[in-house]
C-alpha cells in the first residue's frame, strides 16, 4: 500500500451530520452511515493561521497491550487456534467519536471525524480511496480545537476499516519447511468499497465492496492468497457493550483515556492524544496439527484478525 510517513492528505469530511448509527436501526454499510453530501463543517488536515491550537490523534500499535474479546473482556487464544502478533504496516480508519457518558449512544458522542460513503460497489460502504492510512507512531488526524465541544470525555471510539501487517508463516520448499514473512492486508468495516491498493509491491484491483473479513496475503515466492473470514467472526472490543452496543459487523473499537480528556475552550496549545490498540494475538488462525505456526499454503486459514482493544492518552 502506497502511503504517506504519517497519511494521506484529508478530502472533506463530513462530520457529524447524516449519521445513522444504532438506535436507528441502520442498514448496509457499516452502521456509521452517512451519504457523504451532508455539511462540511471543517477540513480536518488543513491549516490556516486563524484555527488556533488543534486537536492532535497519535495512532500506535501495541503487542503487549491486553487481548480483549467483543465485550472487553481478557481473551484467550480458542482450543484448536494459534496466534500471533502482527507486525503492522498501516491502518486505515473511517470514523472517531469521543463519548461523554457510558451510555451515549454511538453517534451521540463528539464526532470528531468520518470519511465519505459511496454507493459505487452496489450497497453503500465506506471508501477505502478516501481515508487516511496510518503508519503505527504517525498522525492520524488533527482539527482545530475550536471545532471541539467542550466538555470531558472518558472515552472514545474509533472505526477501522484496513490493517495491513506483516505475518510468520511456514512453506514447503522442495520438500523442506521454510520459514518466512509475508504481508496480509484485511479489511474488517462491514462493507468497505476497495478499488485498488499495493500489498508489498502487487498491486491489487478490485473495484467493488469488500465484506468484513475480505483478507489478502502476499507470500513471497507463491503469489496473492485471497480468503474470507466469516461474517461476525471479526472481534471488535467494546467495552460499553451493556450501555453502548454497536451494530453487528461494525467496526467501532471503544476504549476509555487513561484519564477524560478535558477540553475548556480555552486552550492556547495543541492537545495531544494517543490512541493505542492492542495488536496482542491479534491475528488467529485454525491450527489443527497444533504446532502453533501458520501454514496457509497447507490449508490453515485466518478466523480472526480483529484488533483486541483500544486505549487513549492525553501526552
Ligand atoms: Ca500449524
Not at 451519504?35 to 490523534?57: M, N, Q, R, V
Not at 506483516?166 to 478499488?195: C, I, K, W
Not at 474470507?228 to 472481534?235: F, K, L, R, S, Y
Not at 477524560?260 to 490498540?277: M, Y
Request: with cysteine; glycine share 12%; charged share 15%.
Amino acid at each position: 500500500m502506497h502511503f504517506a510517513p504519517t497519511h494521506r492528505p484529508f478530502s472533506l469530511l463530513t462530520l457529524s451530520f447524516g449519521l445513522c448509527l444504532a438506535a436507528s436501526g441502520c442498514e448496509g454499510a457499516s452502521g456509521l452511515d452517512g451519504d457523504g453530501s451532508g455539511s462540511e463543517t471543517g477540513e480536518a488536515g488543513s491549516e490556516t493561521a486563524a484555527e488556533g491550537p488543534h486537536l492532535i490523534f497519535m495512532l500506535e500499535v501495541d503487542p503487549d497491550a491486553p487481548r480483549l474479546d467483543n465485550l472487553g473482556q481478557p481473551a484467550t487464544v480458542p482450543e484448536g487456534n494459534a496466534a500471533q502478533s502482527p507486525e503492522f504496516h498501516a491502518i486505515a480508519a473511517h470514523y472517531l467519536e469521543l463519548a461523554p457518558m457510558d451510555w451515549t449512544p454511538l453517534g451521540g458522542g463528539e464526532v470528531i471525524f468520518q470519511t465519505p460513503h459511496t454507493e459505487a460497489g452496489g450497497e453503500m460502504a465506506v471508501d477505502f480511496a478516501q481515508m487516511p492510512v496510518t503508519a503505527p507512531g504517525g498522525e492520524f488526524l488533527r482539527i482545530p480545537l475550536s471545532q471541539v465541544t467542550p466538555g470531558a470525555y472518558p472515552h472514545g471510539r474509533l472505526a477501522l476499516s484496513y490493517q495491513e501487517y506483516d505475518l510468520d508463516f511456514r512453506a514447503e520448499f522442495n520438500g523442506q519447511p521454510v520459514d518466512l514473512t509475508g504481508r496480509l492486508g484485511s479489511f474488517v468495516e462491514s462493507l468497505t468499497y476497495v478499488e485498488s491498493f499495493d500489498l508489498a509491491g502487487t498491486e491489487l484491483s478490485y473495484n467493488e465492496n469488500k465484506a468484513q473479513g475480505f483478507w489478502a496475503f502476499n507470500l513471497p515466492g507463491w503469489g496473492v492468497e485471497e480468503g474470507q473470514v466469516p461474517a461476525g467472526a471479526i472481534t471488535v472490543p467494546n467495552p460499553l457493550d451493556d450501555t453502548s452496543p454497536i451494530p453487528a459487523d461494525s467496526c467501532v473499537v471503544t476504549g476509555h483515556f487513561a484519564a477524560p480528556l478535558v477540553i475548556t475552550g480555552d486552550e492556547r496549545e495543541d492537545v495531544i492524544v494517543t490512541i493505542t490498540l492492542s495488536s496482542n494475538q491479534s491475528f488467529e488462525w485454525s491450527d489443527p496439527n497444533g504446532n502453533g505456526v501458520f501454514e496457509p499454503l497447507a490449508g490453515e486459514l485466518p478466523v480472526d484478525m480483529g484488533i483486541r482493544g483500544l486505549s487513549l492518552r492525553v501526552e
